[in-house]
């Protein structure tokens, strides 16, 4: 059986719901049987799942180590991501996986895809929708010009080469009707506690076209090499 924890800290739940704008009594899981899988607990999965916890979704939480610091209610499963028969297991009843993994820099080539065809699997199998976390490197440089959804993937590094097969990859799979996939793209997240960098700007892929999400603001983007 899948093995993990459940429940965590309750001063760190409380300082990061208190960061949040929200109370812990207020963030409580409802009775919701809608399974939403998030694989990674880094900053974009821990800010996921405060967003899930407080519209009361069921939230099981992924990582190799099977703990972290999670509000009350929220499962927490320890395994290895890159074993498709662990995201099928961990992935059953999902009705939404979310991808929020990403391996040490010098480690992308090697972990990175594999990592992604495992989860991917799991959510096939499961019938679930994807959402997968990504960032703009596979755009390459632009001269200074905004980057917009029509570049092409354009990338001269080794980390830009990645992810652009990594998402030609999630577009296949998405095209042949394997899953159905939405790539989420939030530049320049640093960590879970809702500051303007986490909650203002992010990017919703839908097909081959983004969507531009903020509040009160429009942003336009350029490309910074890493």
């Known amino acids: 059986g899948l093995r993990g924890d459940h429940g965590g800290s309750d001063v760190v739940d409380a300082a990061r719901l208190e960061a949040c704008g929200r109370s812990k009594e207020e963030s409580q899981v409802t009775d ?5 899988v998030v694989f990674g607990t880094g900053p974009v999965g821990m800010a996921v799942m405060d967003e899930l916890v407080s519209r009361g979704k069921r939230v099981r939480m992924v990582n190799r180590g099977g703990r972290a610091n999670v509000p009350e209610g929220v499962e927490v499963v320890g395994g290895d991501a890159t074993d498709p028969a662990f995201t099928r297991e961990v992935s059953v009843e999902a ?13 992308w080539p090697k972990l990175f895809p594999p990592l992604q065809a495992s989860v991917l699997e799991g959510a096939a199998a499961a019938g679930a929708k994807l959402v997968t976390m990504e960032n703009l490197y596979m755009y390459g440089p632009t001269g200074g010009q905004p980057l917009t959804e029509d570049l092409p993937h354009a990338a001269n590094t080794r980390k830009g080469d990645v992810r652009a097969r990594m998402t030609e990859e999630l577009f296949a799979a998405h095209e042949s009707g394997k899953v159905r996939a939405r790539i989420r793209s939030a530049h320049g997240l640093r960590h879970h506690r809702c500051s303007p960098s986490a909650s203002l700007v992010s990017f919703v892929r839908v097909g081959r076209r983004y969507q531009a999400l903020a509040r009160g603001a429009l942003f336009r983007l350029r490309y910074r090499p890493a």
């Not at 919701?32 to 939403?36: A, C, I, T």
């Not at 009705?95 to 480690?107: D, E, G, H, I």
């Open 95 to 107: 009705s939404t996986s979310y991808n929020a993994l990403n391996p040490p820099y010098n480690k």
């Open 32 to 36: 919701n049987n809608e399974l939403h």
